[in-house]
């Protein structure tokens, strides 16, 4: 099947906007991960879901940054009044379950670039 | 927490070359999991390597294989016969064993190859 996708590729928003950025993971995968990686800088993660259960929040980094997955499968992360620091690439990634190699590999989508002005 | 250091910003190889690539972490676990990643400029994450902290084995894939060293906590990649598709950004990342499930990703190292 397809790998994990994401839309819009780029993204280009006034400061103050909201934006929502969304998440298609791999059929069947359980687990779903937002990054972001700032120009030049490795990915931080930003929030994990498990099926619909949000069960890490902690790399948010404002109560701006909210995230969603309500049906187990798409996910949208969402931005409220956007600052130029959120500017970035949003990187999702999902896995299956399981400890073994092939289960436990995150697969990630190609991010969004968004760019605040 | 847990930190990860890529102290190599930019490396160069020549096609068919060997190079090499560090990674050192910081951790006070013992079951862990360290992985090195690819990403070209399309952007998409690509996973190179996976290495389970309890296997005193170095993993290898074809071309690629790591010196993990837990007492250093260091975890390098040589990338053997370097091939111009290898030129791309690479990240070393950790996962916690136990309450593992986000990556902890370093700083990345720029790899360029020279034909």
């Known amino acids: 099947g397809a790998g994990v996708s994401q839309s819009p590729r780029y993204k280009v928003a006034k400061r103050g906007q909201d934006v929502a950025l969304r998440c298609d993971p791999i059929?069947?995968?359980?687990?779903l991960f937002w990054y972001q990686q700032a120009l030049g800088q490795g990915p931080e993660f930003l929030t994990y879901f498990q099926n619909e259960a949000q069960l890490d929040k902690s790399g948010l980094p404002s109560d701006r940054f909210f995230a969603e997955r309500p049906e187990g499968s798409v996910s949208t992360l969402k931005i409220q009044r956007t600052q130029q620091e959120d500017s970035a690439v949003y990187l999702c990634a999902s896995k299956t379950s399981g400890r073994a190699a092939v289960t436990d590999t995150q697969y990630f989508g190609p991010g969004t670039r968004l760019t605040v002005l | 927490a847990q930190t990860v250091t890529q102290s190599q910003p930019e490396m160069s190889v020549q096609e068919a070359e060997t190079v090499t690539l560090s990674c050192t972490y910081d951790?006070?676990?013992?079951?862990?999991?360290l992985f090195w990643y690819k990403q070209p400029p399309s952007r998409q994450m690509i996973l190179v390597i996976r290495?389970?902290?309890?296997?005193?084995q170095n993993a290898t894939e074809n071309r690629f294989s790591v010196n993990f060293q837990k007492a250093a906590k260091s975890f390098s990649l040589k990338i053997s016969d370097s091939q111009l598709g290898d030129a791309a950004m690479y990240f070393c990342?950790?996962?916690?064993?136990?309450?593992?499930?986000?990556?902890?990703f370093g700083a990345g190292t720029i790899l360029r190859v020279k034909s």
């Open positions: 951790t006070s676990e013992s079951d862990y999991y």
């Open positions: 059929s069947g995968h359980v687990s």
């Open positions: 990342a950790y996962r916690s064993g136990e309450y593992g499930n986000k990556l902890v």
């Open positions: 290495q389970e902290a309890y296997k005193q």
